[in-house]
Structure formats: structure tokens, C-alpha cells
């Protein structure tokens, strides 16, 4: 479609869109780095300031839907925030963890681990699942930026829950290759989703 003039809004979504995964990779360099320098307290500085990324990231990605299909649009949305409340919870924790001050991963913090941590942090990698699908769905331009979203979020938990370092770079540079052409392509105001896909098959 042809590019009409994007809204400050839009340019910063698109930005965000860019920064997130970059500095998503950032911070896994950094936890990864490994000499005992405080390397997790860098790494989960750069995680909030990631996920602050990846929430405008998502609202812009969940924008585009919105005329398509309103509920499934609002439902990412939701379920995006609460992701991303979970990373910055991670972020935080590692911080804190490394000072050894408390580590909500432990045994000893009850519920409040699952509840502030694992519970919101999987719903993180399910919201570019679902957005991936749903782009899909849209038949956005390129296909491929959907499937690369499917496929990070699904390397995400399968990285991070076992702790691979080398398979968690690799799902933050799919992260990459998939939001890199979306974010572009707001900065420039193109449209990249088709409007008549996603209606028909949840209308609302």
C-alpha cells in the first residue's frame, strides 16, 4: 500500500518496534557475559528497559489489527501488558539477585515468585505467538515477519526456562529479523496488513 505520512504516535511505536529487540539482545549479552562482574545487574537493567520497548511494540502491533478484528486486537493487548509486566519483574529480580539481596526464583519466596514472575512471564512469548498468528491471518507484508514472530515466541520460553544461553541469542535475533521490517515500515506509515483477511474469520 502507498506510505501516507505517520503520526508522531506511529513513529514511536516503530521505533520502539526496532529498539526492542535490540536491546532484548543487549541484555542477554550481557547475563551471558559471565565473569562475575555484576553481569546480571547490566543484564536486568537493559531487560527493563527492553520490555518498556516491547510494550509500545506490542500496542503498535496489536494497532494495526485493531480495525480487522477489535477483540482479538484488545485480548494481545492485555495479555501483552501482563507479559511484559513479567520481564520487567524478571529484570528487577536479577538485579536484586545479584546483589543477593532476595531472588523470587528461590523456594523460600512462597507464591510471590509464580504469581509476579513465572505466571506474567510466560504470557510474554504466547503475545508474539498470538501475534504472529494473527498477522499471519492478515496476510501482512512480508509473510515471513509473522512466521519469524511465531517461531521467537516459541524459542523464547524454550531458551530462557532452561537457561541455553546460544539458543536464547538465537530467539532474540528471530525477534530481530521479525520486528525489524514491521517498526520500518511504521516509521514510514505504510500499511503491511490486508484489510479484508482477519474479518472474516473473527468479525467483530
Same mark, same amino acid.
Given at each position: 500500500?502507498?506510505?501516507?505520512?505517520?503520526?508522531?504516535?506511529?513513529?514511536?511505536? #516503530?521505533?520502539?518496534?526496532?529498539?526492542?529487540?535490540?536491546?532484548?539482545?543487549?541484555?542477554?549479552?550481557?547475563?551471558?557475559?559471565?565473569?562475575?562482574?555484576?553481569?546480571?545487574?547490566?543484564?536486568?537493567?537493559?531487560?527493563?528497559?527492553?520490555?518498556?520497548?516491547?510494550?509500545?511494540?506490542?500496542?503498535?502491533?496489536?494497532?494495526?489489527?485493531?480495525?480487522?478484528?477489535?477483540?482479538? @486486537?484488545?485480548?494481545?493487548?492485555?495479555? #501483552?501488558?501482563?507479559?511484559?509486566?513479567?520481564?520487567?519483574?524478571?529484570?528487577?529480580?536479577?538485579?536484586? @539477585?545479584?546483589?543477593?539481596?532476595?531472588?523470587?526464583?528461590?523456594?523460600? @519466596?512462597?507464591?510471590?515468585?509464580?504469581?509476579?514472575?513465572?505466571?506474567?512471564?510466560?504470557?510474554?512469548?504466547?503475545?508474539?505467538? #498470538?501475534?504472529?498468528?494473527?498477522?499471519?491471518?492478515?496476510?501482512?507484508?512480508?509473510?515471513?515477519? @509473522?512466521?519469524?514472530?511465531?517461531?521467537?515466541?516459541?524459542?523464547?520460553?524454550?531458551?530462557?526456562?532452561?537457561?541455553?544461553?546460544?539458543?536464547?541469542?538465537?530467539?532474540?535475533?528471530?525477534?530481530?529479523?521479525?520486528?525489524?521490517?514491521?517498526?520500518?515500515?511504521?516509521?514510514?506509515?505504510?500499511?503491511?496488513?490486508?484489510?479484508?483477511?482477519?474479518?472474516?474469520?473473527?468479525?467483530?
Amino acid at each position: 500500500m502507498e506510505p501516507h505520512a505517520p503520526t508522531p504516535r506511529t513513529r514511536l511505536f #516503530g521505533a520502539a518496534t526496532i529498539a526492542a529487540p535490540v536491546l532484548l539482545i543487549a541484555s542477554t549479552t550481557a547475563y551471558t557475559a559471565g565473569d562475575g562482574l555484576g553481569e546480571d545487574q547490566v543484564g536486568g537493567v537493559i531487560q527493563v528497559y527492553a520490555m518498556v520497548a516491547f510494550m509500545l511494540t506490542v500496542v503498535g502491533l496489536t494497532q494495526m489489527l485493531e480495525n480487522l478484528s477489535p477483540r482479538v @486486537a484488545a485480548l494481545l493487548t492485555l495479555v #501483552g501488558v501482563l507479559g511484559v509486566a513479567g520481564g520487567v519483574g524478571y529484570g528487577i529480580n536479577s538485579i536484586y @539477585a545479584d546483589i543477593g539481596t532476595i531472588d523470587l526464583n528461590d523456594d523460600v @519466596a512462597g507464591a510471590a515468585g509464580p504469581l509476579a514472575l513465572q505466571l506474567p512471564g510466560i504470557l510474554f512469548p504466547l503475545t508474539f505467538v #498470538g501475534l504472529g498468528v494473527a498477522l499471519l491471518r492478515t496476510h501482512v507484508q512480508p509473510r515471513w515477519c @509473522a512466521v519469524a514472530l511465531v517461531v521467537a515466541g516459541v524459542l523464547f520460553p524454550l531458551s530462557r526456562i532452561p537457561s541455553v544461553e546460544i539458543l536464547a541469542l538465537a530467539a532474540d535475533t528471530v525477534f530481530l529479523v521479525a520486528l525489524l521490517p514491521l517498526g520500518s515500515a511504521m516509521l514510514r506509515g505504510r500499511d503491511v496488513v490486508g484489510r479484508h483477511a482477519l474479518a472474516a474469520v473473527v468479525r467483530s
